[in-house]
């Protein structure tokens, strides 16, 4: 009996000796600190995976990274852009990421720019620093955005812009950013490539962007798709 007894002993030994590790423990969603997990999880659907190539503007587009700082891209991060398709992630703004988190995905997307990739030329900046004058904008539009938008922004070789759903979901800002960084990847150039060596001025894109925004519930031309 007491040969058994030692026989049990170490058969329970041997066993507990040959149990696989322990699973690692579960990190809490709001302690995942994984840039590209983030981003993979939160941004890619709509800003493409690596920054390009989405619907919405490339994050990873060296004019964008010349023009919106760590405070900008923290605070639509965490924010989101009301009354647009850009949501609020923070948590304390009704999303699913800690302050921490946001910081992450911000570092992420900075590491992204790259020195000199502008070649000492300088964008407008960000921020309008005047107002825009929608008089003059129409003409700024004729002279930079007639030849592919069309007249009055109906569409031609690109889409309509002052299409009242489209201006519904974008914020004057939005504008303003699309209008100086482009959409390369759709051909749309940066506000150097408009009109071949004659770039846009800031008061250029504050103009055409206060232009655009006054279209905003303009009763809809004959012949518009409704």
């Known amino acids: 009996m007491k040969g058994g007894a030692i026989l049990l002993a170490a058969l329970a030994m041997t066993a507990c000796g040959s149990r696989p590790n322990a699973d690692p423990p579960v990190i809490p969603p709001n302690k995942v600190t994984d840039f590209k997990y983030l981003y993979a999880r939160n941004c890619a659907g709509c800003h493409g995976a690596d920054g390009k190539g989405g619907a919405a503007i490339s994050l990873g587009d060296p004019v964008y990274l010349a023009i919106a700082d760590d405070a900008t891209i923290n605070h639509i991060t965490a924010n989101g852009v009301p009354g647009t398709a850009m949501p609020a992630f923070a948590q304390n703004t ?5 302050d921490d988190q946001i910081d992450v995905i911000t ?41 592919c938008h069309g007249a009055e922004g109906r569409g031609g070789k690109a889409s309509s812009i002052v299409d009242s759903s489209f201006l519904a979901l974008v914020s004057d800002q939005n504008l303003r950013t699309t209008v100086i960084v482009g959409r390369p990847e759709m051909g749309a150039p940066d506000w ?9 001025s800031p008061q ?8 655009l925004s006054a279209q905003r519930g303009q009763p809809k031309l004959e012949g518009q798709i409704r």
């Open 94 to 98: 009704g999303g699913m990421l800690a």
């Open 107 to 147: 570092r992420g997307i900075r590491a992204w720019a790259k020195p000199d990739a502008l070649h000492d030329v300088n964008p407008p900046p960000y921020a309008a620093q005047n107002p825009g004058d929608p008089a003059r904008g129409a003409g700024v539009y004729d002279v930079y955005c007639k030849s």
């Open 192 to 200: 150097r490539g408009n009109v071949p060596g004659n770039p846009m």
């Open 204 to 211: 250029d894109v504050s103009d055409v962007v206060a232009w």
